[in-house]
Every structure is written in C-alpha cells, then in structure tokens.
C-alpha cells in the first residue's frame, strides 16, 4: 500500500480525530440521587398533638418525610437565624419547626430552608414553601 501522497514520495499527513464522546457531559456539583428524599412542611391537628418525640412542645408545623431515602443531619433554617434539626428523618416521622407565637414571622418570609445529606454523604440544601396560616391558627399567631 502507498502512503505517500499523490505526484511525491513525501508520506501524507496522518489525519488525527478527536474522540468521540458518548454523550453530554453533565454539569452537576453533585451526583443525582437514586431515591431522592421527599419532605413537606405541613400543620399539626392542635399544638402538641403529636405523639413523635422529635416533634417540641407546642409546635405546630413541622416538616415531615414521605419517602425516599431517609434524609440525615436535616437542619431548618429559621428567620430569627436559629436552626431545628434531627440526625435522621425517617419515612413517616416529622420535626417540629414552629409554635402558634412563631408562625407570623414565618409566614411573611414564605420559605424556609432545609440543609440535609444525603444517603451517599454529600450536603445538600432544599427550600420549601411556608403554607398559609390554617383558622385554626390565625387567633393564636402572633
């Protein structure tokens, strides 16, 4: 076979191609979760109607987990820049983030923030909408 290129006895330029990529490389700080924890904020039936221990005295929102893989090291940031937390936040349970007297000034802000890791170690953070403040409630926010 004659590699040199055509009218010379020079060889021709080897043409050199990029790889071909499989794909779209994706752009995450960190890997997609298998089973992505699913938590809400949502209002207890009566203040201290609960019977979780992780849920304080007198609270009546809280944050609970419906499923997923259970969320570790959950901390809730509140406005007056004091966090509540738990180290594990199993499916079905809950966390207090609020009594009747702190309600208001959560309603104003609208979110809260919610830090927690993951499964697989990595830190990640959430935000969730604050729910209007039910009748039940609004004689005793304030």
Same mark, same amino acid.
Request: proline share 8%.
């Given at each position: ?50 019977? %979780? ?26 406005? %007056? ?38 499964? %697989? ?22």
């Amino acid at each position: 076979m004659d590699t040199a290129a055509s009218g010379t006895d020079q060889p021709s330029d080897v043409v050199h191609r990029a790889p071909r990529t499989l794909g779209r490389i994706r752009s995450e700080r960190a890997p997609r979760l298998r089973r992505s924890p699913r938590f809400y904020l949502t209002y207890l039936d009566a203040p201290q109607a609960s019977d %979780d221990r992780s849920v304080a005295a007198g609270s009546c929102l809280v944050l609970r987990s419906i499923g997923g893989d259970d969320p570790r090291l959950v901390e809730v940031r509140l406005p %007056d820049d004091s966090t509540v937390g738990t180290a594990r936040l199993r499916r079905g349970s809950s966390v207090g983030i609020a009594s009747p007297e702190s309600l208001a000034a959560l309603v104003s802000l609208g979110t809260v923030f919610v830090d927690w890791t993951s499964p %697989d170690g990595v830190r990640r953070a959430s935000w969730l909408r604050v729910p209007p403040i039910p009748a039940r409630y609004r004689g005793l926010a304030g």
